[in-house]
């Protein structure tokens, strides 16, 4: 079966410092990937999605970037982060082969918060 | 994708049936509608997907009319462990497209 590992769980970081959360899919191939954030109270904003390795398409203009150096491996960094970055991030995978609507199957999360 | 819309917030008690409805006017022929649950610190989890009529899992069942314009997500019998979001998705059979969630719904279950 296939699975979606998200870490760390919680994080808690400076204003101005680095971020690098990462997420690995196991039990399938090719899939898409994608990052959410979700801050407070709200709902879920489509940060990031890839249909395949090297492949990042930006639905939200931040100082957040995503990378995807391997099939089942998505990476989400900043280089300084804002107290505005603070959220609850989640990561998603979907089967591009069904032919209905893919569901979503997302991890457990990180919630970020920036100090 | 479809724009959706749905009530910001639904109270019910327990035992009772819940049913949350989701406009899509701009839904298109390959378009697929899809519900999630939400709990708090916790991704969403699919609950069903119908394309039209009646779908039914033993979670809940979901109910499109012809028109396809709507959805209604139908939980039977709720208890305080349902109380969560729910959202409602309308989008196609490519996998490529990206799935744009709304503000959901916030169902509150009372004892």
């Known amino acids: 079966s296939q699975t979606i590992h998200q870490w760390p769980a919680t994080l808690v970081q400076p204003v101005g410092s680095p971020l690098s959360l990462e997420c690995t899919v196991e039990?399938?191939?090719?899939?898409?990937l994608y990052w959410y954030r979700q801050a407070a109270g709200r709902g879920l904003q489509l940060l990031f999605y890839?249909?395949?390795?090297?492949?990042i398409s930006s639905e939200v203009p931040q100082n957040l970037s995503a990378s995807r150096p391997q099939d089942r491996q998505f990476i989400l960094s900043s280089k300084k982060l804002l107290l505005s970055d603070s959220g609850f991030y989640l990561c998603?995978?979907?089967?591009?082969?069904?032919?209905?609507?893919?569901?979503?199957?997302f991890g457990n999360g990180t919630r970020l918060t920036v100090t | 994708l479809a724009k959706t819309t749905q009530p910001i917030s639904m109270d019910s008690y327990e035992g009772q049936e819940v049913n949350i409805t989701c406009s899509h006017n701009?839904?298109?022929?390959?378009?697929?509608i899809t519900w999630y649950q939400q709990f708090p610190s916790q991704g969403p989890r699919f609950i069903i997907q119908?394309?039209?009529t009646k779908v039914t899992n033993e979670v809940a069942s979901l109910f499109i009319p012809a028109d396809r314009k709507s959805s209604t997500l139908s939980l039977p019998r709720v208890s305080l462990s349902d109380t969560a979001v729910y959202y409602c998705?309308?989008?196609?059979?490519?996998?490529?497209?990206?799935?744009?969630f709304g503000k959901g719904t916030r169902l509150s279950v009372i004892a």
């Open positions: 890839s249909v395949g390795i090297g492949q």
């Open positions: 039990g399938t191939s090719n899939p898409n």
């Open positions: 701009n839904i298109a022929t390959n378009d697929y």
């Open positions: 998705l309308v989008g196609g059979p490519s996998g490529n497209t990206p799935l744009v």
């Open positions: 998603a995978w979907s089967d591009p082969r069904d032919t209905h609507m893919p569901p979503l199957h």
């Open positions: 119908g394309y039209k």
